[in-house]
């Protein structure tokens, strides 16, 4: 069965460091997202992108994010100068139709100290 | 706004008995609305889905779900729970006449004793 994979499973950063998640969507997905979930809190959406290019992103998703997909493949979610409360869980996601159920990754955990 | 509520942080239920997750939302235009679950360092997991047509939907392990459009609600059930279904449910919503992005519940952790 087709799945988001995400790398790598555990990240640990220090303040101020760039980091780069990545993400293999399923491969005939058209839409993909990145959500994060900071420990003990509700999943937030960052990001959503189709046909090459953002197409929402949240109040979170600062001038500090981007996103690309570099080679048809990969998913990419950069944090350029990483915060303490930058520290969550991100999860990949994918689907072939904005409305359809996404599916997602098992997701990053991400500890900048 | 968009915004899901789950009022209970946390269920509990004696195996082989039915169980409930509530879930209510509010959406301006037509709701989307999702159920996932998260097992232990895991990711999320999609149970099933309402878009339109019958009120109950089933979906994966057993689970089903009940729109109700009046009282804005979308419960998660299991006619007889398994020590197996104890995990992370989350409700979620999409507001198919805004955007795609989904909106999220807190989360309730169900617990099924032996």
């Known amino acids: 069965e087709p799945e988001v994979t995400q790398t790598p499973s555990h990240q640990v950063t220090q303040m101020g460091q760039e980091v780069i998640l990545r993400c293999v969507p399923i491969?005939?997905?058209?839409?993909f997202y990145w959500y994060r979930q900071i420990l003990g809190q509700k999943v937030e959406f960052l990001v959503s992108?189709?046909?090459?290019?953002?197409?929402?992103k949240s109040e979170i998703f600062d001038d500090q994010f981007s996103v690309e997909r570099p080679d048809g493949s990969n998913f990419t979610l950069k944090i350029r100068s990483t915060k303490l409360e930058d520290s969550a869980m991100y999860f990949c996601?994918?689907?072939?139709?904005?409305?359809?159920?996404?599916?997602f990754g098992q997701g990053t955990r991400l500890t900048v100290v | 706004a968009q915004s899901v509520a789950q009022p209970e942080d946390q269920v509990n239920v004696a195996e082989g008995n039915p169980l409930t997750v509530k879930c209510t939302y509010s959406?301006?235009?037509?709701?989307?609305l999702f159920w996932y679950v998260q097992y232990p360092n895991r990711g999320l997991q999609f149970l099933l889905k309402?878009?339109?047509?019958d009120n109950l939907v089933k979906g994966s392990y057993g689970f089903e779900a009940e729109f109700n459009k009046s009282q804005t609600s979308f419960h998660l059930k299991k006619p007889s729970a398994l020590v197996s279904d104890s995990a992370l449910y989350f409700c979620?919503?999409?507001?198919?006449?805004?955007?795609?992005?989904?909106?999220w519940g807190a989360g309730t952790k169900l617990i099924i004793k032996p």
């Open positions: 996601a994918s689907n072939w139709a904005g409305g359809d159920e996404a599916f």
């Open positions: 491969s005939n997905h058209l839409y």
């Open positions: 992108f189709y046909n090459n290019e953002i197409s929402e």
């Open positions: 959406v301006s235009g037509n709701p989307y």
């Open positions: 309402y878009i339109t047509g």
């Open positions: 979620a919503v999409r507001d198919m006449d805004s955007n795609y992005q989904l909106i």
